[in-house]
């Protein structure tokens, strides 16, 4: 009966270890992992289009070549992960619904516009990075299918972001001119990066069932911080300063104090107001109606091969 399975389940959190996907689970603990891998996995599919932005204009062969094959990677984790979100029982035609209804959202970093080339190095650096931060933890998050995909995906990520901070170092060895295009790429992307890790713990509505769940392994202030200390010194090293004047190093904490995020306008981006949001959208709302004939092919033959 009931009482067994949810003793069960509990026992299996309890012990760190991993539910699967025909294990009883409590309904809310189902709906909140399609929540939070559908919002995973819709955020990949639209990160593609920001560095997408960049792909006919790369400065060189060598570059373009990176830029494309980077972008494919984040296809592919989109893929990994509607796939994980479907052994839940949606199906990934029923998630970009969602997603393009605005039933579902996406990580309010893809709603800011890359203006200079130099945003492909920002995007690498800090968006992977703090991708990274938040995506290494999940590895161990509860429901086996999310973590087992995390851990491909954490790989790639990595990799992104060396490529992104790579860029930069590069760009900051040129001319003057450079080393602006860069300096004015982390101005913008510095705050909207700290963003990515959500609301601050005291207005997270669903941190503490999350961790409870073993679904979020760490809360989000939690993980703004690592990415803050790792990303100092990354910073000195690269020679670029972050835009924030409350920076500095806290002895007795042996960590980084910093400065807040504006949240209103996270809560802006979030609700759709952000300044790409439209655009991101009905991109994706395209692509989706332009590739009906191809999914209706597809099935076509597959029902072809079936009465065969
Ligand atoms: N962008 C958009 N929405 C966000 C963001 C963000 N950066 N941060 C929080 N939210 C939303 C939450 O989804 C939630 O809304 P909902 O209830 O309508 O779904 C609301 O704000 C309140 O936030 P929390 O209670 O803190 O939500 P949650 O516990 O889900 O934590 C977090 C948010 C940290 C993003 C978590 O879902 C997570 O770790 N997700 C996996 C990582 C991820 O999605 N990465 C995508 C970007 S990285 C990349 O693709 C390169």
């Known amino acids: 009966d009931e009482s067994e399975l949810r003793a069960v389940f509990e026992a299996t959190i309890e012990r760190h270890d991993r539910i699967?996907?025909?294990?009883?689970?409590?309904?809310?603990?189902?709906?909140?992992?399609?929540?939070?891998?559908?919002?995973?996995?819709h955020s990949e599919i639209i990160g593609m289009q920001p560095e997408g932005n960049w792909i006919t204009r790369a400065p060189s062969l060598r570059r373009k070549a990176i830029l494309l094959a980077k972008v494919q990677d984040e296809a592919g984790h989109g893929l990994y992960l509607y796939s994980a979100c479907e052994t839940l029982g949606v199906s990934r035609l029923e998630l970009t619904e969602m997603l393009i209804n605005g039933k579902q959202k996406y990580s309010s970093i893809f709603n800011y516009p890359t203006l200079s080339y130099a945003d492909v190095g920002t995007i690498g650096w800090l968006v992977d990075g703090a991708a990274i931060c938040n995506q290494v933890p999940l590895c161990r998050t509860s429901y086996g299918p999310y973590g087992r995909s995390m851990i491909r995906i954490c790989k790639e990520e990595s990799f992104h972001q060396r490529q992104g901070y790579e860029l930069l170092a590069t760009m900051m060895r040129g001319t003057d001119e450079q080393r602006e295009m860069v300096q004015e790429?982390?101005?913008?992307?510095?705050?909207?990066?700290?963003?990515?890790?959500?609301?601050?713990?005291?207005?997270?509505p669903n941190t503490?069932?999350?961790?409870?769940?073993?679904?979020?392994?760490?809360?989000?202030?939690?993980?703004?911080?690592?990415?803050?200390?790792?990303?100092?010194?990354?910073?000195?090293?690269?020679?670029?300063?972050?835009?924030?004047?409350?920076?500095?190093?806290?002895?007795?904490r042996q960590s980084h104090d910093f400065g807040s995020?504006?949240?209103?306008?996270?809560?802006?981006?979030?609700?759709?107001?952000?300044?790409?949001?439209?655009?991101?959208i009905a991109h994706r709302r395209r692509a989706h109606e332009d590739g009906a004939w191809v999914r209706e092919a597809a099935m076509a033959f597959a029902a072809r091969g079936a009465e065969a």
């Open 20 to 41: 699967e996907p025909r294990d009883w689970m409590p309904e809310a603990y189902r709906k909140t992992v399609i929540r939070q891998v559908a919002q995973h996995a």
């Open 185 to 204: 790429s982390v101005n913008r992307f510095w705050w909207p990066a700290l963003m990515m890790f959500g609301p601050p713990d005291d207005d997270s």
């Open 208 to 252: 503490a069932q999350s961790m409870a769940w073993g679904i979020k392994r760490n809360t989000n202030d939690d993980l703004r911080q690592r990415m803050v200390d790792m990303t100092v010194p990354q910073a000195k090293a690269l020679g670029v300063t972050l835009p924030d004047p409350e920076l500095r190093w806290n002895e007795e």
């Open 261 to 280: 995020p504006d949240w209103d306008e996270f809560k802006d981006v979030i609700t759709g107001n952000g300044p790409c949001n439209t655009q991101r």
